[in-house]
T-cell receptor, first 119, second 109 residues
Framework: GAVVSQHPSWVICKSGTSVKIECRSL??????MFWYRQFPKQSLMLMAT?????????EQGVEKDKFLINHASLTLSTLTVTSAHPEDSSFYIC???????????????FGPGTRLTVT | GQNIDQPTEMTATEGAIVQINCTYQ??????LFWYQQHAGEAPTFLSY??LDGLEEKGRFSSFLSRSKGYSYLLLKELQMKDSASYLC??????????WGAGTKLIIKP
């Protein structure tokens, strides 16, 4: 149980276009989801925390108008990279907080990640 | 500020034992996680410690000392597939995960 899927697994887009990444919890309800970015040989960097039905909370330095997050249901959160540029090329990973009673407290289940390349 | 330190890289031999250390200074503490991450993949959960002491789970064990702000992950009977990055993460007072930079473990035959 506690599976998180992410789509697409990789995407190549041209500079100036927008890309949408989907994150789904397949067998549990996730009131809280997280979006991370990871550059090569670096650790995870939290971009934003997404709560179902409310606005996402962005970390300092992350442009909320560039990285649009929508968490409209208990099983789906989306990240849209708007007007992408080559420096946005990275590995984007989502995670969902587990359900109380089913998992370790506040454990996060990770999606497989999306590799974005902007040309 | 919040800080988590772990070695950047370690090398060990197949069949041996390796210990990966993690020290932390965070605003509050609600537990410490260890995750394994293979190159190009998402992290997978290994362990969670909130009380002092050693938690053993098969070939992997994790230790915590809250008074020292210290944890380690112990891997026994190393296998080639254990080559990966190991991430230490602390749940702070706001229940946010604070991540270490990860330790790249290289296993040699």
């Amino acid at each position: 149980g506690a599976v998180v899927s992410q789509h697409p697994s990789w995407v190549i887009c041209k500079s100036g276009t927008s890309v949408k990444i989907e994150c789904r919890s397949l067998d549990f309800q996730a009131t809280t989801m997280f979006w991370y970015r990871q550059f090569p040989k670096q650790s995870l960097m939290l971009m934003a925390t997404s709560n179902e039905g409310s606005k996402a909370t962005y970390e300092q330095g992350v442009e909320k108008d560039k990285f649009l997050i929508n968490h409209a249901s208990l099983t789906l959160s989306t990240l849209t990279v708007t007007s992408a540029h080559p420096e946005d090329s990275s590995f984007y990973i989502c995670s969902a907080r587990g359900e109380p009673g089913r998992t370790e407290p506040y454990e996060q289940y990770f999606g497989p990640g999306t590799r974005l390349t902007v040309t | 500020g919040q800080n988590i330190d772990q070695p950047t890289e370690m090398t060990a031999t197949e069949g041996a034992i390796v210990q990966i250390n993690c020290t932390y200074q965070t605003s509050g503490f609600n537990g410490l996680f260890w995750y394994q991450q293979h190159a190009g993949e998402a992290p997978t959960f290994l362990s969670y410690n909130v009380l002092d002491g050693l938690e053993e789970k098969g070939r992997f064990s994790s230790f915590l000392s809250r008074s020292k702000g210290y944890s380690y992950l112990l891997l026994k009977e190393l296998q080639m597939k254990d080559s990966a990055s190991y991430l230490c993460a602390v749940l702070d007072s706001n229940y946010q995960l604070i991540w270490g930079a990860g330790t790249k473990l290289i296993i040699k035959p």
